[in-house]
């Protein structure tokens, strides 16, 4: 058994600063976990894209006075 859960690495992994630290952080998961950790992360920056977005809606309403 592992110390790090797949949902440990993907969170670790997503909060690197470059797409090549992430590649590279990923190669060094398990390769029992490497299919959970890629689905955590799709969701991760699916989730971040999606707030991102409402953020980006919410300022162009305020802009319009709306």
Known sequence: MYAIRPRE???LIANLPTLEERQA???L???EYV???KTHLRLIFMLRRA???KEQSNRSRKAWGK
Do not use: T, Y
Request: proline share 7%; charged share 20%.
């Open 9 to 11: 690495h993907a969170s």
């Open 25 to 27: 952080a990923l190669e």
């Open 29 to 31: 998961v398990p390769d």
């Open 35 to 37: 299919s959970m950790v």
């Open 51 to 53: 707030a991102r977005l």
